[in-house]
């Protein structure tokens, strides 16, 4: 345990460069940050002091560049580099745009199209980076027209020509550009303050103290990435390793092994990767790895289902895997990030609700004889956090056992979407009818029990309704995915088409690519049909069984429903087959 006197930034401290000032003053020569880029083997290793010298460094180098309050795009790998030019920004009084590096031709073109939507004027990179992207030739000139900055060339000797800079909690720290998933990328401006209250309250959520050790493979570009992966370890002092998404991806085992090897007690991942570890972990590989010191297994994207929750301890229970481990939490970035955390050491909450009452809005606990669905909490709030669940047809406070759009207010809320002014007034200055606020519209459907937990239900723009009953797009897809074995988990989208007669359900789901050639689709639509109507009461229109990677999805692996709906009307998807009722 941390001396209490130096463990952790007080609330008072403005911005990361006081932090890690703090932490190079106080635990100077204490490990900060090690890269393990395979989930094997360790790279680059940080003290604070050295952090805080190379932020120093970089800092320097874009003061004598002219880049002071501009805004500067960020395209690195998930490597020390990337984390430590975020900070050097705040350092530099820069405004930071996390994005990714542009190699393949559709992230160029996103990267180019927000670039000049917040009119960036540097690019922070590596040689290598662009050395890679020159050999990739996906774009003439990937950077053109920004001035490229290549932190591996600069050295830490320019550490002393820093002219200090010590951010004010309103000033503008970066650009959160939102993955897209219910509409156009927007700029979300997250202040130096907003970050600091997220520290303190992830900090407070989870319980977080100066002997944890976090391992982060997340994608430094998204929001829970950067925040809960990246940055909270060091906000509250605590060692982190930084993995790359491809090595959880291609190799689950290696980071279940990594977390017992580095005595990890903060790590976690969307949903679908916690399925990923039970389908393709080996146990009996793994017989030598004891994970008893995972305490917070933090899980934030949606949705969050009971069953693999369920399976995920029990299956590496053996290991000793604790099953008070699971982190559900929700967030989103117009909201800095955390919302809602799940309290440590606490069972997660799972409520069973009559699924029939629940498709009219409303929460109730089942008969012994009715259909029910689980719905798995996001935690509760802490700190000044508030929510309110609100009616979206005429902006009042639902009662208790009422589903609403979920509004947030408090510290944690950005400031809005970098010019634009229009969508900031919608969205960020909500007010109740009776003139509460200003809220933070979420877009998100949900309710609060009498303990205080958030349930999120579904997205208001994604709710089916059929013959005036409300049907959430994420339980459809989670019995499609049950229907067959030829469907992919996780790889299925449920959408609202209109028909003749009303609103209707139409199923896309991408088949396993080794049976895409051989299985029966027609039989497999069927069977899609059938469960879908016996386990909701509604009739399934058309399924579209499709070929692997079609589907698109956020960074977190989200799918994007109305970008699918799209696709699917302009037929640029690559069918295996369709079939109507």
């Known amino acids: 345990m941390n001396d209490p006197d130096i463990a952790l930034p007080a609330h008072t401290f403005n911005s990361y460069v006081d932090v890690l000032g703090h932490h190079a003053q106080y635990r100077g020569a204490q490990l900060a940050l090690t890269e393990l880029s395979n989930l094997k083997d360790e790279g ?41 030019s975020f900070l050097a920004c705040a350092y530099a009084g820069v405004i930071a745009v996390p994005l990714f590096a542009p190699i393949q031709r559709h992230l160029a073109e996103r990267f180019k199209a927000v670039t000049l939507d917040c009119d960036a004027r540097f690019v922070l990179t590596t040689r290598a980076v662009s050395d890679r992207m020159q050999r990739a030739d996906t774009v003439a000139t990937p950077f053109s027209p920004l001035t490229p900055i290549y932190v591996d060339m600069i050295e830490d000797t320019l550490a002393p020509r820093w002219a200090p800079v010590h951010p004010a909690s309103s000033d503008l720290a970066y650009l959160q550009y939102t993955s897209g998933s219910t509409g156009t990328p927007r700029g979300v401006m997250v202040t130096h303050g907003n970050l600091m209250y997220q520290g303190r309250y992830i900090q407070a959520g989870c319980d977080l103290q100066g002997n944890d050790r976090a391992l982060s493979w997340l994608p430094l570009y998204h929001d829970m990435g950067l925040i809960v992966g990246g940055l909270q370890p060091l906000f509250s002092g605590f060692p982190l390793w930084l993995a790359t998404p491809h090595a959880v991806v291609m190799h689950p085992e290696r980071w279940l092994r990594a977390i017992g090897q580095l005595r990890i007690t903060h790590t976690g991942a969307p949903n679908f990767v916690y399925d990923l570890c039970c389908d393709h972990v080996d146990l009996a590989r793994l017989a030598d790895t004891d994970l008893s010191c995972w305490a917070v297994a933090y899980n934030s994207a949606e949705p969050i289902r009971s069953s693999s929750i369920d399976r995920f301890v029990r299956q590496l229970a053996p290991l000793g895997l604790p099953p008070n481990a699971p982190h559900p939490a929700y967030g989103l970035a117009e909201a800095t990030l955390a919302v809602s955390i799940k309290p440590r050491g606490c069972p997660p909450t799972v409520a069973s609700v009559d699924a029939v009452q629940l498709a009219l809005g409303v929460v109730r606990a089942p008969t012994e004889d009715a259909p029910q669905r689980k719905l798995v909490s996001s935690g509760r709030l802490a700190l000044e956090t508030r929510v309110a669940i609100v009616d979206t047809r005429t902006d009042e406070a639902c009662p208790a056992g009422v589903i609403g759009e979920v509004w947030v207010a408090g510290p944690t809320v950005a400031q809005g979407y970098w010019q634009k002014p229009a969508e900031t007034q919608t969205m960020f200055q909500a007010h109740t009818r009776d003139g509460q606020g200003p809220y933070l519209r979420t877009g998100d459907l949900g309710f609060m029990d009498e303990h205080g937990e958030l349930f999120i239900t579904g997205r208001v723009k994604d709710l089916i309704i059929v013959a005036g009953k409300n049907h959430y797009p994420q339980d459809i897809e989670e019995t499609v995915e049950s229907a067959s074995t030829a469907i992919r988990p996780h790889a299925v989208a449920a959408l609202a088409m209109e028909g003749e007669a009303g609103e209707t359900v139409v199923v896309l789901a991408e088949v396993h690519r080794r049976l895409a050639s051989t299985f029966d689709a027609r039989a497999t639509a069927q069977a899609i049909r059938t469960r879908v109507s016996e386990a909701h009461q509604v009739p399934v229109a058309e399924v579209v069984l499709l070929e692997r990677g079609q589907l698109p999805m956020t960074t977190s692996g989200k799918i994007q429903r109305r970008a699918s709906r799209d696709l699917l009307v302009a037929g640029a998807f690559l069918v295996v087959g369709r079939f109507s009722a």
């Open 44 to 84: 680059r290793r940080f003290t604070f002091s050295e952090l805080d010298r190379r932020c120093r460094a970089i800092a320097a180098h874009l003061q004598a560049q002219g880049a002071a309050g501009e805004r500067a795009a960020l395209a690195f790998d998930n490597d020390a580099d990337y984390l430590v």
